[in-house]
């Protein structure tokens, strides 16, 4: 009797995995059928203010970008989640507030070659210094608890994310700082500011020299074989600590760099501006986490929802949602579909 109850479950069991798999497909499509049904009537209703909010998400997305790269990049070699990221990159804003306001004295009133020249002063400074403590996290923290249960350097990582932010508290103050309008503040089409297409054009050459950097050097051609098979990667004469060291540290000059555009454009920073790291990660999972590609595509996917949110005038929850929603987006992916939207399922990774 047991056994022709046991084969009588067996078609059931094998259906459901369907039925499930059908049923995230079309409350998928719903809601995508709803924001888009959203976003078109407020496109119908105000093209113009359409038009300057999705300017502003991508801004927003491009900042994020470099920002959720240092955290996939870490996760693709070693599979873990840096949650000090987000205050390298709160760093990256104080050095480069140090560098241009502190030392150059950059406020807006020099002639564009000297502004120029000292914004890539301040954004290098920024980017040597958040790789190095980068790097240092690493050597320091991370490498002895390589071979710890995963909650060991998961839980390093949050303290240390502490230690930065009351770090940043102490040399630079509790209240906000910040170097002034350095950039343009021309408007150009659609109320953009002239800083923020810098800003973007700024992001771009980064992200290309990464792409490059990780598809076509000898050092990237490390990382993957690490990220691939750690162990295989040592016995093929890769020397893992290195490799692993490199990624910390080109993790840090990313944030540091987005540190450096971030103040730029917003022209203040906080010791708590860390926190902007939640978002970076939750677009790097969105994306697909260790997917450089879908990293790129989620920050631009939380940019536009972060500036629709916040800007758009028709039934948009508000500025005191965003971050509801945000993590919401990321509660629903890591349910029905954890890999992300350009990642592999565990199974094919192999």
Not at 231 to 240: F, H, I, Q, T
Request: include cysteine; charge should be positive.
């Amino acid at each position: 009797m047991a056994t022709e109850t046991q084969t009588a479950r067996r078609p059931v069991l094998a259906v459901l995995p369907r039925v499930t798999g059908a049923l995230n497909r079309v409350l998928t499509v719903a809601l995508l059928a709803l924001l888009v049904a959203w976003l078109v009537v407020n496109l119908v209703q105000s093209p113009s203010q359409f038009g300057a909010v999705a300017l502003i998400g991508l801004t927003n997305g491009s900042l994020y970008a470099l920002i959720a790269l240092g955290y996939t990049l870490v996760y693709g070699i070693i599979e873990l989640i840096n949650f000090a990221h987000g205050d390298v990159f709160m760093w990256g804003t104080m050095i480069t507030v140090t560098v241009a306001g502190t030392h150059l004295g950059l406020n807006g009133s020099q002639s564009g070659a000297v502004t120029l020249l000292g914004v890539l002063a301040a954004m290098a400074c920024a980017m040597a210094f958040c790789a190095t403590l980068n790097a240092g996290i690493e050597r320091v923290a991370l490498r002895r608890l390589r071979d710890a249960p995963r909650l060991a350097p998961l839980i390093t990582t949050l303290g240390l994310s502490y230690v930065l932010s009351n770090a940043a508290q102490f040399f630079y103050g509790p209240n906000y700082t910040g170097i002034g309008a350095v950039l343009p503040g021309k408007v150009l089409f659609l109320n953009w500011p002239e800083k923020s297409l810098i800003v973007i054009l700024a992001t771009i050459p980064l992200l290309l020299v990464l792409t490059y950097v990780v598809r076509f050097t000898r050092q990237g051609r490390a990382m993957r074989a690490v990220a691939q098979d750690m162990d295989a990667a040592r016995m093929m004469g890769v020397d893992v600590d290195r490799t692993i060291s490199f990624t910390f540290a080109l993790a840090g000059g990313l944030a540091g760099a987005a540190g450096t555009l971030y103040l730029l454009d917003i022209t203040t920073t906080r010791f708590d501006l860390g926190q902007i790291g939640l978002l970076a990660f939750t677009a790097a999972v969105l994306g697909g986490i260790g997917n450089l590609t879908g990293a790129a595509l989620g920050a631009l996917i939380i940019g536009f929802i972060q500036a629709f949110n916040e800007g758009l005038s028709w039934h948009a929850p508000g500025e005191q949602w965003t971050t509801s929603i945000v993590f919401s987006i990321l509660i629903l992916i890591l349910v029905f579909r954890p890999q992300g939207i350009l990642g592999q399922p565990e199974a094919d990774r192999a």
